[in-house]
């Protein structure tokens, strides 16, 4: 098994993707859970499994009881130094299921950084209080980084990317698979589906995710719909090749309605502009779902996204039994839940107690 303790960090970054993956596989309390590349379908389905359990024990008080005791003895600190409210109240509420008392820092200019001191050094400050670190920033790969410098630190604490900057969300990945998971289980799983991915996708870091982890599954085809200018990035694309995937790039949003099992809706990530305004001038109003566009999908396909979102899914659609992102955002909080438990090896706890 790769340990990041058995390489040095200029050979481990000069890696690819796929070739860092088995340095972060979960496998007890040194696992970090950072880039998508790390999770088979074997993680997957064994993390879905769990989420739904954990969802079933916490419905019940006793349940509840026995869930928070698992990790009362274990502290989390949420590290958001970059704006987020549903990821970080998804942690939190995961964190809490799971008894984890919690610390946390997200406005940095109350930190010591406003000091001047390194985002390196705040995160390697928190490993000498917590036992767990969740972290969301700018700046991408910084996740990375630090999972290698705490791995061959004295006190090896695991971290939990919750967003780097444009490349990685490796956690929306995840509840966003078991969102599949359960919207197809009853129509042959995830596997022969055809997902629509609509918006801005250059920039959607939780669409370089789910992309690479929908390789995992067979004979699935991604659709990427978006106007040139936002169009899915040439490395996911060269990916997607190299894995042997059918994909197709197209602007004719409605054109691919009809053939979709899942659309998966994005808003504009202006905050990545490089000078003020510069997303404004893109014209997006073609990739807008509303309710005639509803009108050309099958009643069994769904409807995605990641939040927040803006004029790019309509509020008449939350009405429609497709619309699931409600249900995504919530699944988010047990999927989350099933991760920290498996770092911190109490899944095998859960699975007895809920019989399996």
């Known amino acids: 098994m790769s340990q990041l303790t058995d390489i040095a960090w200029d050979d481990f970054r000069k890696l690819s993707l796929q070739e860092k993956g088995p340095y972060f596989r979960l496998h007890g309390h040194e696992g970090h859970v950072i880039i998508a590349q790390q999770f088979d379908r074997e993680r997957l389905d064994s993390?879905?499994?769990?989420?739904?359990?954990?969802?079933?024990?916490?419905?019940?008080?006793?349940?509840?009881?026995?869930?928070?005791?698992?990790?009362?003895?274990?502290?989390?600190?949420?590290?958001?130094?970059?704006?987020?409210?549903?990821?970080?109240?998804?942690?939190?509420?995961?964190?809490?299921?799971?008894?984890?008392?919690?610390?946390?820092?997200?406005?940095?200019?109350?930190?010591?950084?406003?000091?001047?001191?390194?985002?390196?050094?705040?995160?390697?400050?928190?490993?000498?209080?917590?036992?767990?670190?969740?972290?969301?920033?700018?700046?991408?790969?910084?996740?990375?980084?630090?999972?290698?410098?705490?791995?061959?630190?004295?006190?090896?604490?695991?971290?939990?990317?919750?967003?780097?900057?444009?490349?990685?969300?490796?956690?929306?990945?995840?509840?966003?698979?078991?969102?599949?998971?359960?919207?197809?289980?009853?129509?042959?799983?995830?596997?022969?589906?055809?997902?629509?991915?609509?918006?801005?996708?250059?920039?959607?870091?939780?669409?370089?995710?789910l992309s690479h982890l929908l390789t995992q599954y067979r004979d699935v085809e991604q659709v990427f719909v978006a106007p040139a200018q936002l169009q899915v990035a040439e490395d996911i694309q060269f990916m997607l090749k190299t894995a042997g995937i059918n994909f197709t790039l197209t602007d004719d949003f409605r054109s691919q309605l009809p053939s979709a099992d899942a659309i998966y809706m994005t808003r504009v990530q202006d905050e990545w502009d490089a000078q003020k305004g510069e997303s404004g001038k893109v014209d997006i109003s073609r990739f807008c779902l509303g309710v005639d566009e509803l009108a050309l999908m099958n009643d069994s396909a769904v409807v995605m996204h990641p939040l927040p979102r803006r004029e790019e899914i309509s509020t008449a659609v939350d009405r429609d039994p497709r619309a699931v992102y409600w249900r995504q955002m919530r699944n988010g909080m047990w999927v989350r839940a099933a991760m920290i438990a498996t770092i911190f090896e109490t899944h095998e706890k859960i699975m007895e107690w809920a019989g399996i």
Request: aromatic share 8%.
């Open 47 to 209: 993390l879905g499994l769990l989420a739904t359990r954990i969802r079933r024990i916490a419905k019940t008080r006793n349940g509840m009881e026995f869930l928070q005791g698992l990790l009362s003895h274990k502290r989390a600190m949420l590290y958001f130094s970059q704006p987020s409210t549903r990821t970080f109240l998804s942690f939190l509420a995961a964190c809490e299921i799971l008894g984890l008392k919690l610390g946390e820092v997200r406005d940095t200019s109350i930190s010591s950084e406003f000091k001047g001191e390194s985002q390196e050094d705040s995160i390697r400050s928190f490993s000498s209080y917590f036992d767990l670190i969740v972290m969301r920033c700018k700046i991408g790969g910084l996740a990375e980084r630090m999972a290698w410098l705490l791995s061959n630190s004295e006190r090896p604490v695991p971290i939990v990317n919750a967003g780097s900057g444009k490349d990685q969300h490796p956690t929306q990945a995840v509840l966003d698979i078991y969102t599949l998971q359960r919207s197809f289980e009853n129509s042959g799983g995830i596997d022969g589906k055809r997902i629509v991915f609509v918006g801005d996708l250059l920039r959607g870091r939780t669409v370089r995710s």
